[in-house]
Nanobody
Framework: HVQLVESGGGSVQAGGSLRLSCTISSFTYRNYYMTWFRQTPEKEREGVAA????????YYADSVKGRFTISRGDTGNTLYLQMNSLKPEDTSMYYC????????????????????WGQGTQVTVS
């Protein structure tokens, strides 16, 4: 059984920063690739950032490049998203997703690529 738990969301003023965390609870966590998505009630779920297990390659949505940084903790079971220079349009529910297949430039942003999802953490930028 794989469970993902996000934390770190909150309310912040434009220009501020937040750091999201996602912990995967699975004995085989090293086998899972983890990605951040976000979604508002008005929009479809959007891929934000993805990384390979070792962190050697990362992918970002154009809207967050240069502002957000994805990373995986040393133990491998925690995924982070450092969000700087936040904008009101970053307001969304942020979700962590995990799956056994490595992300590529063609599919990392596709929700169906992932098997497991967290409950989400709300980020509000005003």
């Amino acid at each position: 059984h794989v469970q993902l738990v996000e934390s770190g969301g909150g309310s912040v003023q434009a220009g501020g920063s937040l750091r999201l965390s996602c912990t995967i609870s699975s004995f085989t966590y090293r086998n899972y690739y983890m990605t951040w998505f976000r979604q508002t009630p008005e929009k479809e779920r959007e891929g934000v950032a993805a990384t390979t297990i070792g962190g050697g390659r990362s992918y970002y949505a154009d809207s967050v490049k240069g502002r957000f940084t994805i990373s995986r903790g040393d133990t491998g079971n925690t995924l982070y998203l450092q969000m700087n220079s936040l904008k009101p349009e970053d307001t969304s529910m942020y979700y962590c997703a995990a799956g056994p297949n490595p992300p590529s430039s063609d599919d990392w942003y596709i929700p169906q690529h992932y098997d497991y999802w967290g409950q989400g953490t709300q980020v509000t930028v005003s």
